[in-house]
């Protein structure tokens, strides 16, 4: 489904349930997101949200974690976010009661379809039908959730020259989710959020935004950690760069990671840019990287898996000072008007090794099992030779 091009577009499974959702849903048109009950412009000002520390299994599952959900709500209640970012989640446990929790809180998600399991992985990259299938069972379980706002279809996965190949794939996995979601009836965002590599970024914004409209992304993200510290501002940290990369992009933008720790305590001077004159009227808003203290060090509170307890630090303070002095002025619904061209398509180059107009297939296991009988007329002996054996591999990966 084409935004742009909407007077409006319902997001999600906002009118799935029969319930009467304690959260307003929320609308796309052109290249910002809004309120549709209010008409007012929508700023994500949000967190990561990923707790690791003292994690028992190799599933981290934070909307699974009662103890943790409760905990963790009073705290997102006390720092004045409305959304989270979750990146791994395991779609067969219950997520109701959490769900409820966030949703009661005002509070959005957006939630990452891969898992280390089952994504794209940027170096030998396939876009097969068992991950297509894990994504679709994890939009079956959350759809019915009327505070799930956006799905993200790849984290950084071309994230410099050698690995743009991967792009191709995420758009083909783009493509296929929101065909997927079409069946539903859903109209949930599939967005994509990049690693703002120079090199390679312009041509990521614009490939994701080229092409046939069912396989654009809706929204796009970019992960940056360019402001550093007080003495770092609008323009030497590179955000003006990144702005106006994004003037006449036609689809909402947000950061969807944020938040350098070269310097601590954060002070998050970049958060008055961000929401202000400088950024306001280009990008939704953003997420804090991230909420929970880890061993990477960019935490705001410290917790622990089945403990109660939280323990905030010079960050947290700051961050919540930050979002509460910024008042983003936007724009009214009803007085905004989409402008602009989607993307040009790029071509293929000494940086940027894509050819923009070819995606991979759609997974299919019919396919896949007609190709792999018709192998044993094609190759005689039991034994193939490597350049056969390469072939095979590229072939089975690229369809099954």
């Not at 702005?243 to 001077?269: A, D, H, Q, W």
Request: with cysteine.
């Amino acid at each position: 489904m084409k935004f742009a091009t909407l007077a409006s577009a319902s997001l999600g499974a906002l009118c799935a349930s029969s319930v009467v959702a304690a959260i307003d849903p929320l609308t796309i048109k052109g290249s910002k997101w809004f309120n549709s009950k209010t008409g007012e412009q929508f700023y994500f000002k949000g967190v990561a949200y990923q707790p690791r520390t003292g994690l028992k299994s190799n599933n981290p599952d934070p909307l699974a974690d009662m103890v943790g959900c409760k905990r963790d709500v009073a705290v997102f209640k006390d720092l004045g976010i409305n959304s989270i970012r979750v990146y791994d989640v395991d779609y067969t446990k219950s997520h109701d009661e959490c769900m409820k929790l966030l949703e009661d809180a005002g509070i959005y998600l957006l939630l990452d379809m891969p898992s280390p399991q089952y994504s794209i992985n940027r170096a030998e990259p396939h876009w097969d039908h068992d991950t297509m299938s894990h994504w679709q069972a994890k939009v079956d379980a959350f759809s019915k959730y009327p505070n799930l706002v956006a799905w993200i279809a790849g984290n950084e996965v071309a994230n410099d020259v050698e690995t743009t190949p991967s792009a191709a794939f995420v758009k083909a996995a783009i493509r296929d989710m929101k065909a997927y979601l079409k069946t539903k009836k859903l109209t949930t965002p599939v967005g994509y959020a990049d690693n703002d590599d120079p090199k390679i970024r312009m041509n990521l914004i614009n490939f994701f935004n080229c092409g046939d409209e069912g396989s654009r992304a809706d929204f796009y993200g970019i992960n940056t950690y360019r402001w550093c510290g007080d003495e770092t501002n609008f323009k030497t940290s590179g955000y003006e760069d990144i702005t106006k990369n994004m003037t006449s992009y036609t689809i909402p933008s947000l950061l969807t990671e944020y938040g350098c720790n070269l310097v601590r305590p954060r002070t998050f001077s970049d958060v008055k840019s961000l929401y202000g004159t400088d950024m306001g009227n280009i990008f939704s808003g953003g997420i804090l990287y991230e909420y929970t203290e880890e061993d990477n060090e960019y935490g705001i509170v410290k917790v622990s898996f089945g403990d109660s307890k939280v323990e905030k630090n010079g960050d947290y303070d700051n961050f919540k000072k930050a979002l509460a002095a910024v008042k983003p002025q936007g724009v009214k619904m009803d007085s905004y008007k989409a402008s602009g061209k989607d993307s040009v398509c790029p071509a293929a180059s000494s940086v940027w090794h894509v050819k923009s107009d070819v995606l991979p297939p759609t997974p299919s296991q019919a396919r896949c099992q007609c190709m792999i009988d018709s192998l044993g007329c094609t190759f005689k002996s039991d034994k193939l030779s490597t350049d056969e054996g390469k072939l095979v591999g590229e072939v089975v990966g690229n369809i099954c």
